[in-house]
């Protein structure tokens, strides 16, 4: 039998945290997010896609991969999503509870960050992930290399590879996709049905715009990694969404290239896009501004600096619309 003292101590824990935080609105969540604008029409806000409730398998299946290769599903008891987009939209359909493992860049939800750990996406191998025991594996395009897969599916191990291209239009497919291949194809379909909406809400949010702002995308990882996206990125798709004009791209720039003055003299960006983390490991917008060429351009000269978290903003997961629109609002002061 409990103590009372030891009953109530999450109440009193959570006041001592009110207390600390000086927070004093206690229906305000905890859940983390990238700094969202104020918005006049709080209507419009589209609702949270919350981890829903556990969802029950309806198995065997058998789907066909992005290579048209036919994999049947029979159990999934025992999941293991090889990249992150695709653990937070296992999560979201219900079944984050059968999930045994997932990779680093699977951050969200907060869940997802404290299961064993298989490396990062694009450099799996496949030993720690049948140390799991899984009874199917699921990822998108950037799950590799082919060597682990092909080890994986060679150990009897379910292989789903769903495609990833980096448009608007993939969040939908994807969400669909993994809920056929694990047995929930109806959660899977009302979820890409609402993630659909939030992104058209966004969109047409995105077409009142009047003005057309430069945007450039930075990924930076501390000094040594430090490049601007350009065309066929994920960060170009949901730039030009957000009724912006993807900087990179408009000086020729196809993938990733080196960060330079010169590149960044060319561009003139009028906005810099990054992520919060790659943020944090220059030293926030005071160590972006220290970088050659970037006090020089308008978006230095005026500190427009947005940051986001990385699947937040470019996983094309369930929370694509959020994002879209968060990123629709902070470059478009006249719709705010
Ligand atoms: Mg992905």
């Not at 060679?154 to 669909?176: C, F, H, N, Q, Y």
């Not at 702002?213 to 990924?219: G, I, N, Q, T």
């Not at 960060?259 to 944090?280: D, H, I, R, Y």
């Not at 926030?284 to 903003?313: H, K």
Request: hydrophobic residues 45%.
């Amino acid at each position: 039998m409990r103590s009372p003292a030891f009953r109530h101590w999450p109440l009193v824990a959570l006041l001592a945290l009110l207390l600390v935080t000086g927070c004093g609105d206690p229906t305000s969540s905890g859940a983390g997010s990238a700094a969202e604008p104020t918005d006049a029409t709080p209507a419009a806000r589209p609702t949270a896609v919350a981890a829903s409730s556990a969802a029950t398998p309806r198995l065997p299946v058998t789907v066909k991969d992005k290579d048209g290769q036919e994999v049947t599903v029979g159990d999934a008891s025992r999941i293991v999503p090889l990249t992150g987009d695709i653990a937070e939209i296992v999560w979201a359909l219900g079944l984050g509870a059968n999930v045994v493992g997932t990779d680093t860049s699977a951050t969200y939800p907060p869940e997802a960050r404290e299961l064993p750990k298989i490396g990062y996406q694009r450099q799996l191998s496949a030993e720690g992930i049948l140390s799991l025991r899984p009874t199917v594996v699921i990822g998108d395009e950037a799950a590799g290399p082919p060597a682990a897969l092909e080890q994986l599916r060679a150990a009897g191990v379910p292989v789903v590879i769903v495609p990833d291209p980096p448009s608007l239009e993939t969040p939908a497919r994807k969400i669909r996709a993994v809920g056929e291949a694990l047995g929930v194809g109806a959660e899977g379909e009302q979820l890409a049905a609402q993630t659909q909406a939030e992104i058209d809400a966004a969109l047409a949010l995105a077409a009142r715009a009047t003005g057309k702002p430069k945007v450039m995308f930075l990924y930076v990882r501390g000094a040594g990694t430090q490049s601007i996206g350009g065309k066929g990125t994920s960060a170009d798709a949901l730039i030009a969404a957000a009724g912006g004009v993807d900087a990179g791209t408009a000086v020729g720039i196809t993938g990733f290239k080196p960060l330079t003055a010169e590149a960044l003299a060319a561009a003139q960006p009028e906005v810099l896009l990054l992520l919060s983390a790659g943020l944090e490991s220059i030293g926030g917008a005071d160590g972006l501004l220290q970088i050659p060429g970037v006090a020089q351009t308008p978006a230095g000269q005026n500190r427009r600096v947005l940051a986001y978290d990385d699947l937040y903003l470019l996983g094309l997961g369930p929370r694509t619309g959020q994002a879209l629109r968060d990123l629709t609002l902070a470059l478009h002061p006249e719709l705010r």
